[in-house]
């Protein structure tokens, strides 16, 4: 069976910097592509990065964490990892790991992921 556990989420001060791990297992994720989300109070789920399995090709989707925010992938770990700098209050929330498959030459999208982590909080204080 797929499982998806989140780890490092915490308490951090604005400017500063945490990474979050997600050690995937169950099965081979070769055609699997990885991503980050994130719900904040009072707010919908938001992709915030993504990444395929097999190739690393990724992308940041959302505008508020682009050069702030890098997903990265460890094959032999089976580990994908979310480094977040440079936090700001509103990147509070619940962060979730999540996978779907995808084929496609395209980026890693934003939807339609069926496998999902617990999540790891993240508290920003000012």
């Known amino acids: 069976q797929v499982q998806l556990v989140e780890s490092g989420g915490g308490l951090v001060q604005a400017g500063g910097s945490l990474r979050l791990s997600c050690a995937a297992s169950?099965?081979?994720?070769?055609?699997?592509?990885m991503g980050w989300f994130r719900r904040a109070p009072g707010k919908e789920r938001e992709f915030v990065a993504g990444i395929k399995w097999r190739s690393g090709e990724s992308t940041v989707d959302a505008d508020s964490v682009k050069g702030r925010f890098t997903i990265s992938r460890d094959n032999a770990k089976n580990t994908v990892y979310l480094q977040m700098n440079s936090l700001k209050p509103e990147d509070t929330a619940v962060y979730y790991c999540a996978a779907r498959t995808y084929y496609g030459l395209g980026p890693p999208p934003r939807y339609e992921y069926n496998y999902w982590g617990q999540g790891t909080q993240v508290t920003v204080s000012s």
């Open positions: 169950g099965r081979s994720f070769s055609g699997y592509v």
